[in-house]
């Protein structure tokens, strides 16, 4: 039943994830990561090295520049 504990401990660090999605500042919460223009806020974009990319709809944006 080990891997019954390592799905519990993946869905668990990816809550977390998403909470880090946010920033308060003041009373004014903030996004402080992309979020998919084709799936709109609450969709946020996976951040890879040289681009950001949506899991929902699979839309991918390359990063420029350096
Ligand atoms: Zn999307």
């Known amino acids: 039943m080990a891997d ?3 799905k519990q401990a993946e ?3 990816l809550r977390k994830a998403k909470k880090d999605c946010y ?7 903030s996004r402080i990561k ?3 223009p084709k799936c709109g806020p609450g969709v ?3 951040e890879h090295k040289d681009r950001t990319s949506c899991g929902k ?4 944006e390359f990063v420029k520049g350096r």
């Open 4 to 6: 019954e504990k390592a």
């Open 11 to 13: 869905k668990k660090e």
């Open 23 to 29: 920033k308060l500042e003041g009373e004014t919460l």
């Open 34 to 36: 992309k979020h998919c």
């Open 44 to 46: 946020f974009m996976a």
């Open 57 to 60: 709809c699979g839309y991918t």
